[in-house]
């Protein structure tokens, strides 16, 4: 049998999944959450074959949950399930150590047999979000350009960004206007959007 963990902010979505998958004659979920935060602890317990995770979770992402398991199980592959297509994405994820990128929109069955090829030792990533990332380029933002504009998201002033990031006003605002500039934008909320899309935040 092939040991699954499930890791799905939508409860719905995550039962949906669970039943789904636990119908293969291989496969059977043995741990479910709903948080990044919680995906390592449950990996520790179940040792998991097989993590399934959400990209945009409360609390860490499916992408930094990636990073944080494989360091501590890296026997246990990850395949990453999305509803945003983003190309930044794909690529962070493939960074982070993923053995799969796939939309939620593929059909269960696909899921199932791409759970297979992970493990197997195969790399599976959705074709058409394949051929856009590569058409995209990479993620022009340096790591401090995510950070800021990471930061301001919500509406954040300067002043508060520069006190959580423990930096100064003027670096806060030098970082801002570089992620302008290649961003190809007109603010930082516009340049925050546009990484968004992008998969770059």
Known sequence: MIRLLLAEDQQMMRGALALLLNLEPD??????VSSGDEVLAAARTSRPDVALLDIEMPGRTGIDATADLLAELPECRVLILT????PGYLRRAMEAGASGFLV????????????????AGERVVDADLAASALSA?????????????????DGSTITDIAVALRLSESTVR???SAAIGKTGTRNRTEAARVAQQNGWL
């Open 104 to 119: 939620k929109d593929a059909p269960v069955e696909n899921l199932a047999t791409a759970i297979r090829r992970v493990v």
């Open 83 to 86: 509803t945003f297509g983003r």
């Open 27 to 32: 496969l059977e979920v043995v741990a479910q």
């Open 137 to 153: 380029g990479a993620n022009p933002l340096s790591g401090r350009e995510q950070d800021v504009l990471r930061a301001g998201v």
């Open 174 to 176: 030098n970082y801002l």
